[in-house]
């Protein structure tokens, strides 16, 4: 029978519509995926990478605030220093020998030099000058 249909046109356009109609298979390729324990390291190394990162961070703040102090500690110092200074001149004004005796001279005070002791460096005391007693 297959002579006979081969000359019919219409079974011709059947066949041709019946082998269009061909169903192809597709495969998909599921592409592999980074494995669990990989996963876990690289996690591990960012977890590790952002706390050195934090740690370093955090040390660079206490040095700077140690470097703060630092610096006004020795600020405070210079003022000290300075207040120092003006203090000791103060003293080394105030313990003068002449000022003492004119002071003692204006409250009434004689001056008795057998009643003097001086306390001190014999040498240093030998060529002070002797203050002369007062005349009434």
């Known amino acids: 029978m297959s002579y006979y249909y081969r000359g019919n046109l219409a079974m011709e356009l059947e066949q041709q519509s019946r082998s269009v109609t061909k169903t192809t ?25 952002v706390v050195g ?13 140690l470097n703060y102090e630092i610096q006004t ?14 203090l000791k001149l103060q003293i080394e004004q105030m313990t003068n020998r002449d000022r003492l005796q004119k002071e003692a001279e204006k409250q009434g005070m004689v001056y ?5 002791h001086t306390i001190g460096n014999p040498e240093v005391q030998a060529n002070l000058p002797k203050p002369q007693p007062k005349k009434p």
């Open 25 to 49: 298979k597709r495969t998909v390729r599921i592409k592999p995926t980074i494995p669990t324990g990989e996963k876990l390291l690289y996690l591990l190394f960012i977890s590790l990478t």
């Open 53 to 65: 990162l934090g740690l370093v961070g955090v040390r660079y703040s206490q040095i700077s605030q």
């Open 73 to 86: 500690t020795k600020h405070e110092n210079r003022v000290t220093a300075e207040k120092n200074a003006t």
């Open 112 to 116: 008795n030099p057998a009643a003097v």
